[in-house]
């Protein structure tokens, strides 16, 4: 028996940062026995010292929302951190959720060739998220060579997905990015490591057909928006109950990779400048950079993705950066984590 089978149900939900996914999500979902994820991603932007001190700031709210979590999941189920490769506060993120006690740390926006060096010494899971067989082959030779060690599993993200693509910006405006199905299938020739798929999974069909082609079960993300449970405000809630399949949009980001997110005014904006002249005056910097992703240029990049982010949160549709799966339009009302989970897996309800 693995520390897999606890989860009663094969649902994993996706990590979504800034503060969108903390410990009340988290908690809700693997109460119902599935993988609760926190994001990492500047998690202490709430606190008063987090723009002088943002790794302090960050580190402390990261340890909260774990405690959190597991308060609410009461032993059920399992508990995961998402966090970004291109972060400077990487390691750290890593190692604090370790001695908390996380169950797996899921890491991707960049390839986590050195997790099992920052997670050794800790019981805990360890998986990368990978867009292709290729990828997959690499990460599993590079840990099997350097520290005989092998993902506890892989999340393969399709280029439905929200937020940051493994994919190039023609491939998913396009459509000639290779499907999930397809990329499942690539996966599971070079690899036995159990696999969970992302990207466009929206019901119990899907849920069903991917189990049924090998995959160990989904992780999805933007569904789990519309709960009560999700630690976004109700104006980021509002953003994703009134987007239509038309509002989505494949933007770039100042972290270097393409996104799927809500086509906004600061999209529009970045938009218009890119098609003018570069030398047009950028989005406004907040108030101090803090390094926080270190692919970013910020002499260069078009907007703060960190402030646009934040803004995003508090539901500010002229600022916020709204990221989000390309199922959106589907969803037209609130739901609770309880209910959105008898839905995806048949459960009977109970009385």
């Given at each position: ?22 410990g ?60 970004m ?18 169950d ?37 030779n590079?840990?099997?060579?350097r ?31 290779k ?10 020739n ?45 104006g ?5 109950l009134?987007?239509?399949?038309e ?61 646009a ?43």
């Amino acid at each position: 028996m693995t520390r897999l089978d606890r989860m009663t149900a094969p649902v994993i939900q996706g990590g979504m940062g800034i503060g969108i996914s903390m410990g009340s999500l988290a908690g809700a979902v693997a109460a119902e026995g599935g993988m609760g994820v926190i994001s990492t991603a500047n998690i202490g932007f709430r606190e008063e010292d987090f723009w002088e001190h943002p790794r302090q700031a960050c580190e402390r709210v990261l340890r909260q929302e774990i405690r959190k979590a597991k308060k609410i999941a009461g032993g059920r189920g399992l508990l995961a951190i998402n966090a970004m490769v291109v972060t400077t506060n990487y390691d750290q993120a890593v190692t604090a959720a370790c001695e908390e006690g996380i169950d797996a740390v899921i890491s991707g926006a960049g390839v986590p060739l050195s997790l099992p060096e920052i997670t050794k010494g800790f019981d805990v899971m360890i998986a990368p998220i990978v867009s292709s067989a290729k990828a997959a082959r690499t990460i599993c030779n590079v840990w099997k060579k350097r520290y005989d060690r092998q993902p506890d599993f892989l999340v393969i993200e399709g280029c439905e997905a929200g937020g940051h693509l493994g994919f190039t910006r023609a491939e998913a405006e396009e459509g000639t990015a290779k499907g999930l199905e397809e990329i499942l299938a690539e996966v599971r020739n070079v690899t036995e490591v159990p696999i969970f798929v992302a990207g466009g999974i929206f019901d119990r069909a899907d849920v069903e057909r991917m189990l049924a082609l090998g995959a160990r079960g989904v992780q999805m993300a933007t569904r789990f928006i519309a709960t009560r449970e999700c630690d976004a405000t109700q104006g980021f809630k509002d953003m994703i109950l009134q987007a239509k399949a038309e509002d989505v949009t494949i933007l770039k980001s100042p972290v270097g990779m393409p996104g799927r997110g809500l086509k906004t005014p600061l999209i529009d904006r970045v938009e218009q400048r890119e098609e003018t002249s570069s030398e047009a005056r950028p989005e406004p910097k907040p108030n101090g950079c803090i390094r926080c992703i270190s692919t970013c240029r910020p002499d260069e990049t078009p907007y703060c993705i960190n402030q646009a982010l934040i803004d995003g949160f508090y539901g500010r549709q002229e600022t916020g950066l709204f990221f989000t799966g390309s199922q959106v339009g589907r969803i037209h009302e609130m739901t609770d984590v309880k209910t959105l989970m008898e839905e995806l897996t048949g459960r009977i309800p109970e009385k």
